[in-house]
């Protein structure tokens, strides 16, 4: 498997928004900012790679975390 972690210190993510962040439409900016599909559409095409995507408050910031099978890397590096 193929792990890619991202994380940052600005202080994580509240915890009522980290249970639903990947939901379409959740946000907390105002709809001139955004529109909380991007995490959404994330996690879809992470899912149909046969993956997992996570976030996590770590230390004094978040964490996501994406998870893919192996084979796919390897599969992409033998088509190009």
Do not use: C, Y
């Amino acid at each position: 498997r193929a792990v890619i972690a991202v994380q940052d210190n600005a202080g994580g993510v509240p915890e009522d928004i980290l249970e639903r962040m990947f939901e379409p439409f959740a946000t907390t900016k105002s709809t001139e900012k955004g529109t909380g599909l991007g995490l959404s559409l994330a996690r879809s095409v992470v899912r149909d790679m046969n993956g997992t995507i996570v976030a996590e408050n770590v230390g004094a910031g978040a964490r996501f975390t994406i998870t893919v099978p192996a084979s796919l890397i390897n599969a992409s590096r033998d088509a190009a």
